[in-house]
């Protein structure tokens, strides 16, 4: 068995496993040979995300099979116990982070309740203020340009709000983000894993630091801001007043 700082024969294989044996996780299926027959790849039991995080069993540091010792001292044992200390710790390594992916898909399947829901609500909103805002520019909005600036503030109201009623799940939807910034999976790899992947086209936020920041409602107010300037610089230009 070859592995990235030890080489053992078949005896001192068949060695090492029977001394971690004990360390072994109930939820290893197999050990096996990796690509191109260097090192090892495990293979566990899926991970649900709910149970305690993987981590190397305690005792195993006071076994006196694995404790190290110097190759000066005994250049067998140096290898033996090398070796089982390298598997053991990349076993757990690897499951960890297939443990961290599951984790993090259950703690977004439990704060995403209704947010597809509510991200409908404000796209439909969305549309409507573009449409209410493109009209302006519409040679009759002319004739009716109150009623076309008050059907926009309507608009405006409106997106405003679904944007808030959505942010009310984005907030718990960043914080498990910022929660799990270092598995493996990232933000719409998880959502889609949980069954979401439509969430690839939503405006989260920013939870990082556990500070909610950037909503969807930041950015409403934003295009707000941004329409609102403009028709103030064509009512000036134009002399047109309410």
Known sequence: MSGSTFTLTPDETGEVFARLQPYLPPYLKKIEIGPLGWGLRFEFVPFTGCEDEPVEPASSYGDPRLTYVLESEDAVEHRL???????????????REEWKGAAYVVALRRVVKDAPARWWAYEREAKALESAYAYLRAPQAAAEWPS????????????????????????????????????????????????????????????????????????????????????????RLSGITG
């Open 148 to 235: 076309a600036i008050s059907r926009l503030v309507d608009a405006q109201e409106r997106a405003l709000a679904a944007a808030a009623a959505f942010d009310e799940r984005a907030v718990d939807i960043a914080q498990v983000h910022y929660e799990h910034l270092y598995a493996d999976l990232g933000p719409d790899q998880a959502l889609a894993k949980a069954g979401y992947p439509e969430a690839k086209d939503w405006h989260v936020g920013d939870g990082f630091g556990g500070c909610f920041r950037d909503g969807l409602a930041d950015k409403v107010r934003r295009l707000i801001e941004e329409q609102e300037a403009h028709l103030a610089k064509v009512s």
């Open 81 to 95: 116990r090398t070796a089982a200390r390298t598997i053991l710790a990349d076993l757990f390594s690897q499951a």
